[in-house]
């Protein structure tokens, strides 16, 4: 660098100026190695920002797949649950309506009129028990007046 410079005898002092050159020169290359550090990092930056991209793409997959095959099987278990449910509600009408033909409205109507038919015959009973018990109570009570009667001479 110092071939630059005219050496005059006025002027600057070529080692002063060769010193500041060679600084400036030091300087240029600190600002080239931290351009080249920051340009470095930037690079990595980008490349691990574009792996974490990456990454997160296939975790999404991932989650969409297995997302995914779990609907498909919440829905191959309500399938089967609804014809559980369709089948359990066909054999509950089937064992419902072999009771309901045995039984049927006339023959609860029937039974209902005996139970009546019964309850009648049941307090005519109690009455006649009552009456009967009612007569043989005034006939014993007639007979100890006549006892006690003869015992009093009378």
């Given at each position: 660098?110092a071939?630059r410079?005219e050496?005059?005898?006025?002027g600057?002092?070529?080692d002063?100026?060769?010193r500041?050159?060679?600084?400036?020169?030091?300087?240029?290359?600190?600002?080239?190695?931290?351009?080249?550090a920051?340009?470095?990092?930037?690079i990595?930056?980008?490349?691990?920002?574009?792996n974490?991209?990456t990454?997160a793409k296939?975790?999404?997959?991932?989650v969409?797949e297995?997302?995914?095959?779990q609907?498909?099987?919440i829905?191959?278990?309500?399938?089967t649950?609804r014809?559980m449910?369709?089948d359990?509600a066909?054999?509950?009408?089937v064992?419902?309506?072999k009771?309901?033909?045995?039984v049927?409205?006339?023959?609860?109507i029937?039974i209902?009129?005996?139970?009546?038919?019964l309850e009648t015959?049941l307090?005519?009973?109690?009455?006649e028990?009552?009456?009967?018990l009612e007569v043989e109570?005034?006939?014993q009570?007639?007979?100890h007046?006549a006892a006690?009667?003869?015992?009093?001479?009378?």
């Amino acid at each position: 660098m110092a071939g630059r410079f005219e050496l005059v005898k006025k002027g600057y002092c070529p080692d002063a100026v060769d010193r500041y050159v060679q600084s400036l020169e030091a300087q240029v290359a600190g600002y080239r190695d931290k351009d080249k550090a920051i340009t470095g990092a930037i690079i990595s930056a980008q490349h691990a920002a574009d792996n974490i991209v990456t990454n997160a793409k296939v975790q999404a997959r991932i989650v969409r797949e297995n997302t995914s095959k779990q609907l498909a099987d919440i829905s191959l278990s309500l399938n089967t649950q609804r014809r559980m449910l369709s089948d359990f509600a066909s054999e509950y009408g089937v064992v419902v309506s072999k009771y309901l033909k045995a039984v049927d409205n006339a023959d609860f109507i029937g039974i209902t009129e005996k139970i009546d038919s019964l309850e009648t015959y049941l307090a005519d009973f109690a009455d006649e028990v009552a009456e009967d018990l009612e007569v043989e109570y005034r006939m014993q009570e007639n007979s100890h007046a006549a006892a006690i009667s003869e015992l009093l001479g009378g």
